[in-house]
């Protein structure tokens, strides 16, 4: 199985700066895509940013030029910086990946069990 757990959520002021790291671990045989996904209360999951094996990244118009996602695959992390942060950016962060196992040769999602980011005053 594979485990995802994410790590560097917690409270910043607006205006702020934090970094979520995601490490996988398990039966990975590789990984093709990775990604951050966000859901506030009362709002749907959605896409932060993904980051595939090529190094092509895209993200939420909402955090354009404000975050930057990035991946070490040596060691099966990926990171999202986040600068300026503002209220709206509070939510919980979800760690996806998209990857082959050893014993099934077809990329499967698996998620992370997700870090809070509160962005306050």
């Known amino acids: 199985q594979v485990q995802l757990v994410e790590s560097g959520g917690g409270l910043v002021q607006p205006g702020g700066s934090l970094r979520l790291s995601c490490a996988a671990s398990g039966s990975i045989f590789s990984i093709n895509a990775m990604g951050w996904y966000r859901q506030a209360p009362g709002k749907q999951r959605e896409l932060v940013a993904a980051i595939t094996s090529g190094g092509s990244t895209n993200y939420a118009d909402s955090v354009k030029g404000r975050f930057t996602i990035s991946r070490d695959n040596a060691k099966n992390t990926v990171y999202l910086q986040m600068n300026s942060l503002k209220p709206e950016d509070t939510a919980v962060y979800y760690c996806?990946?998209?990857?082959?196992?050893?014993?099934?040769?077809?990329?499967?999602?698996?998620w992370g069990k997700g870090t809070l980011v509160t962005v306050s005053s």
């Open positions: 996806n990946i998209e990857a082959q196992i050893a014993t099934w040769p077809y990329g499967m999602d698996y």
